[in-house]
């Protein structure tokens, strides 16, 4: 039988991505970003907290976002992901684990989340309830190409570490 004391680390990958649209807000990390476009979906769309949910709960072996809140239920329409983020990781601490790190990245032509970045770990550290040197948030272009690069969507990647308590 596998648990947390026969497995002391775990790494956990998770991908979101979202098309970008006019007439949404644009969301990301937990901020608000000054935008002609924003991201569509059932929640609040914040393609990085998704990534970090699903990141967290993969590292757990908990199936990812999707299964423990679905976008065809009413209840989570519109939600804010600090609240879909901090639900995950109440799972994972109840299976035995904390944080050991975040690393993320996000493609979104523009506008530059560089100058956001900061505002972004504070509040995924808040929330999380850990340091803020455990959150890594990178930020790159798609240089004109594909989804990203016609600012079609917007895409973010992040991986966990958890270790058993």
Known sequence: MSNSTTHPFRIGFGVDIHQLVEGRDLIVGGVKIESDLGALGHSDADVLLHAICDALLGAANLRDIGYH??????????????ILLKESYKLVKEKGYRLGNIDSTV??????????????????????????DLISIKATRGE??????????????????IYAV
Do not use: W
């Open 107 to 132: 493609l979104l032509e523009a506008p530059k989340l560089n100058p956001h970045i900061t505002s972004m770990q504070q509040i995924i550290a808040e929330v999380l309830e850990v340091d803020v």
């Open 69 to 82: 809140f679905s976008d065809t239920d009413p209840k989570f329409k519109g939600i804010d992901s600090r």
């Open 144 to 161: 004109k190409m594909g989804f990203v690069g016609e600012r079609k969507g917007i895409q973010a990647y992040a991986n966990a570490l």
